[in-house]
C-alpha cells in the first residue's frame, strides 16, 4: 500500500481509538489534511483514498492544488494578509484563521454570492504569544458579535494552535481553555451553530479529541515531513 495510504488508515484509527476513549461518536471528528509543501499528486492520492478536507496556508501554492481537485473541500488555515481575501474567499469553502474584523469583512464582500457562505473559524491566540496570530480571548466576544451580520460568512467556530507541547496535560488544558471560550461566547450571544473546534495537529489530536475537538488538521502525520525547499519559495 501506498505510505499516504497508509498514514492516512493510521490517523483514522488514532481518532476513532480516541473517539471511543472518550465515548464519543467518530463521526463528530472531521480529518483535515494540511498538504503544504506537499505536491498536487500526494493530494490526488488521499482524495482517491477517501479523504475529501485538504488544509492550505499558501496562497499562491494552493492554486493548482485547488484547480486540479475541485471536488476536494478546501480550508484555508494560513495567516491571512487583507489583499489576499478575494482569493481565498473564491478558491476555499472554510478559513480557520480569521481574527480581524477587516479580514472578516473583505471575506464576506468578496465572496461570490453564487456560492455557499464562507465557513469561518476565528483563531484565537490561547497562549497570547507575542508571535502568533489570533484574537485575544478579551477581544474576541466584540469580533465576533461585529460579524454575525456578515451575509456571506457562516460562523462556526474557534480554531487555535497551542504552543507546543509534549505533555499531554498542558495540551488539554490549553484546548480546554477554546471549548470553554467557544461554549461561553455561543451562549452570550446565542449563537446556536457555533459549534465548532479546529484543534489538534499530528502532535496532539488526541488531547484535542478529548476536550471536544470537532475538526482535527493533520500534516505530518498523513505526507510525511514537510518539504523544506518547497516551502521557502512558496511563503509570500
Ligand atoms: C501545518 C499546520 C498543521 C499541520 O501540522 P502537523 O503537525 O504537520 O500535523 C495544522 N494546522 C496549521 C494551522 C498548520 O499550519
Known amino acids: 500500500m501506498n505510505s499516504i495510504v497508509e498514514n492516512l488508515s493510521h490517523v483514522q484509527l488514532r481518532i476513532r481509538t480516541a473517539c471511543k476513549q472518550h465515548q ?41 492544488k485547488v484547480e486540479t481537485l475541485p471536488a476536494a473541500q478546501w480550508h484555508f488555515i494560513g495567516a491571512i494578509q487583507s489583499n489576499k481575501t478575494r482569493e481565498i474567499a473564491e478558491r ?81 488544558r490549553q484546548f480546554r481553555k477554546l471549548a470553554l471560550l467557544r461554549q461561553s461566547i455561543a451562549t452570550q450571544l446565542g449563537l446556536i451553530d457555533f459549534k465548532e473546534l479546529s484543534m489538534g495537529m499530528s502532535n496532539d489530536l488526541e488531547a484535542a479529541i478529548a476536550e471536544g475537538a470537532t475538526w482535527v488538521r493533520i500534516g ?11 516551502l521557502s519559495t512558496t511563503i509570500t
Open 92 to 172: 476555499f469553502s472554510y478559513v480557520h484563521g480569521v481574527s480581524t474584523l477587516k479580514v472578516a469583512k473583505r471575506l464576506s464582500d468578496q465572496r461570490p454570492r453564487s456560492l455557499p457562505p464562507l465557513g469561518v473559524f476565528f483563531q484565537v491566540n490561547i497562549d497570547d504569544e507575542a508571535t502568533k496570530s489570533g484574537t485575544s480571548a478579551e477581544q474576541l466576544v466584540g469580533l465576533i458579535k461585529a460579524c454575525i451580520n456578515l451575509p456571506q460568512l457562516s460562523l462556526l467556530g474557534l480554531m487555535a494552535i497551542p504552543r507546543a507541547s509534549n505533555d499531554s496535560l498542558t495540551q488539554r
Open 24 to 64: 464519543r461518536d467518530f463521526s463528530s471528528v472531521r480529518l483535515i489534511a494540511v498538504s503544504k509543501t506537499k505536491p498536487a499528486t500526494d493530494v490526488a492520492t488521499a482524495f482517491n483514498a477517501g479523504q475529501v478536507d485538504f488544509g492550505e496556508n499558501y496562497l499562491q501554492e494552493a492554486a493548482l
Open 220 to 230: 505530518t502525520a498523513i505526507f510525511g515531513p514537510r518539504n523544506t525547499n518547497t
